[in-house]
């Protein structure tokens, strides 16, 4: 009979934690409140082969600890959707969340808040799973996932960056009625960023005002 290669290969953990941190220069209760909803950090991730969409279902205590919400994500070219629900939610401290059902072993994500004086807030961002399949996952892991999420999770904090510090046109404070409006319209235009969505409306309010104002 012939041995595996590595016989000890079941308890080879699958376990991997990717981190990233970002300084913003942006008052902490606003960076809090932009990552606050799941669905705006997501919104960034959609290039270089990374795709991330969020959407809420039950809303607990303004976003608070118990509200869930899906996940469908595409990492260069893997389509995986999962279930989550928020465990943690300090105001300008802390927020995680747990997958509850999906195809992963585990998968947590905690978002950490320090102010740095000022206008400064460092924002750090880890991720925390167990890949499916055994010895498979772990092997699908070190090629392609964790650097797909490393990517994307970098990538999102680049941008999300580059909309607090800029001309604050962002959805920051909206509320979950007005979201879901947005998101039936981004459905419309083909599922572009919400940041187009909104720059789309406001271009298409200001073409009516002008018009009125004729």
């Known amino acids: ?5 590595n016989p000890d290969w079941r308890n080879i953990q ?25 669905e705006h950090v997501s919104d960034q991730m959609s290039d270089k ?10 809303i607990k205590d303004g ?10 994500g595409d990492f260069n070219g893997k389509r995986l959707e999962w279930d989550c629900e928020t465990t943690e939610f300090v105001r300008e401290e802390r927020i995680s969340a747990k997958m509850i059902e999906g195809p992963f072993k585990r998968w947590e994500i905690t978002n950490e808040f320090k102010s740095l ?13 167990e890949m499916p ?8 892991d070190k090629a ?8 994307g999770m970098e990538t999102a904090l680049f941008k999300v960056r580059g909309l607090l510090e800029g001309n604050g046109s962002i959805p920051v404070y909206i509320t979950l009625d007005a979201y879901q409006k947005l998101l039936a319209e981004k459905k419309k235009m083909n599922n572009v960023p919400i940041s187009t969505v909104l720059t789309a409306i406001l271009e298409k309010n200001s073409e009516l005002e002008a018009k009125v104002s004729h």
Do not use: C, Q
């Open 1 to 5: 009979m012939t041995k595996p290669l």
């Open 117 to 129: 004086g000022g206008n400064l807030t460092r924002v750090i961002m880890t991720v925390d799973y």
């Open 144 to 151: 392609k996932f964790a650097k797909s999420a490393e990517r």
């Open 49 to 58: 082969g990374v795709g991330m969409t969020v959407i809420p279902m039950d």
């Open 133 to 140: 399949f055994g010895p498979l996952g772990i092997i699908m």
């Open 14 to 38: 699958a376990l991997t934690v990717v981190s990233k941190s970002i300084d913003i220069k942006s008052p902490i209760d606003t960076v809090f409140t932009y990552f606050a909803r799941p």
């Open 63 to 72: 976003m608070g600890v118990g509200t869930t919400f899906r996940i469908i």
